[in-house]
């Protein structure tokens, strides 16, 4: 991991490579580039034990895929909603996916992400009086509960929102393809990554939708407006080209060496008194190393 990240991994080797990296700062002052707009944002929470449960006997958690999934879909409908309704009472017009020029979400892997977008547009549908379109209408009476297990239904709005969703959204995921899944910065990841990605003639004052998840668990939707400054905002955008470089640094590692190290953090959990086996000459701008991993006493 770089310098001040932190990780943790999952047992089941098709998920090994979603390293999870949590760290985001965010600078807030007057006349900013990226304003969020205020007043709209649309937040849910409920008790759920949806995704990460630690095992302290294990060196893995504890995961539920489909459950998580469920309540990320349903945490979406609902602060979409709320989101809406917000902006229909302040700016007296209705929402659908083409109110944003782009659209952000948490991350965890982007082919849910891809799925997330679909279900706005199966929203918007399911909000609009009717449809000519015969293969959208049979899905309108499907219960809400089936509607997040229905494979039909997600195939279909995930076809005919496919071009919206590479203009509006796959210019977000370059850092999350890249590095998988960050917790909290994740969704921050995705804006960073639309000002890599697009140039400051396309941002300008331009409206971005961001769906924050966190699993427990809380969900808000809201929105930024990007400034009208294009040289405040070209500026901004030139900072940001150092991502691309950092991408292009990382240390590739075959899959098998990586199952090796992953066999190696398996046999030392918990493990006191042990010394790092890695080379730290492969630590990216690592400040510190160890010689040896003792247990704390409290002595």
């Known amino acids: ?23 985001v ?9 990226l304003s969020i707009d205020r007043g709209l944002r ?28 469920q309540c990320f879909l349903k945490a979406l409908d609902i602060t979409y909603k709320g989101y809406k309704s917000k902006v229909k009472s302040r700016e007296q017009r209705n929402v659908d996916i083409s109110y944003f020029d782009f659209m952000t979400f948490h991350s965890p892997y982007c082919k849910l992400v891809q799925k997330s977008f679909a279900r706005i547009c199966y929203q918007d549908c399911l909000s609009s009086s009717t449809t000519a379109d ?5 899905f309108r009476h499907v219960s809400v509960e089936d509607s ?19 203009a509006k959204t796959v210019p977000s995921l370059l850092v999350p393809r890249n590095v998988g899944n960050m917790y909290t910065a994740t969704l921050y990841s995705c804006i960073a990554s639309l000002f890599v990605s ?75 008194n042990r010394t790092p086996s890695y080379p730290a000459s492969r630590l990216s701008q690592a400040p510190i ?10 002595e």
């Not at 504890?62 to 999934?69: A, M, T």
């Not at 030139?238 to 060496?257: F, M, T």
């Not at 190393?289 to 409290?298: M, P, Q, V």
Request: hydrophobic fraction near 30%; charged fraction near 25%.
């Open 148 to 166: 997040y297990t229905n494979r039909d239904l997600e195939k279909c709005f995930m076809g005919r929102s496919k071009a919206s969703f590479e």
């Open 25 to 33: 700062r965010v600078l807030i002052g007057a006349d900013p580039v």
């Open 1 to 23: 991991f770089p310098p001040g990240t932190k990780g943790t991994c999952l047992d089941c080797l098709a998920r090994r490579p979603l390293w999870y990296q949590r760290r």
């Open 134 to 138: 015969e293969e959208l209408e049979k």
């Open 42 to 69: 649309s937040t849910y929470m409920a008790h759920v034990y949806d995704f990460y449960k630690p095992d302290l006997n294990s060196e893995y958690p504890r995961v539920n895929g489909k459950l998580s999934i």
């Open 198 to 272: 697009k140039s400051p003639d396309e941002l300008v004052g331009r409206k971005i939708g961001a769906f924050s998840y966190g699993s427990g668990l809380a969900a808000s939707m809201f929105s930024f407006t990007v400034t009208d400054n294009i040289d405040k905002l070209g500026h901004f955008c030139e900072q940001l080209k150092y991502l691309s470089g950092y991408l292009n640094q990382r240390i590739k590692v075959a899959p098998e060496d990586f199952e090796m190290l992953m066999k190696e953090r398996e046999k030392n959990h918990h493990l006191p």
């Open 289 to 298: 190393t160890s010689s040896t991993w003792t247990r704390n006493t409290g």
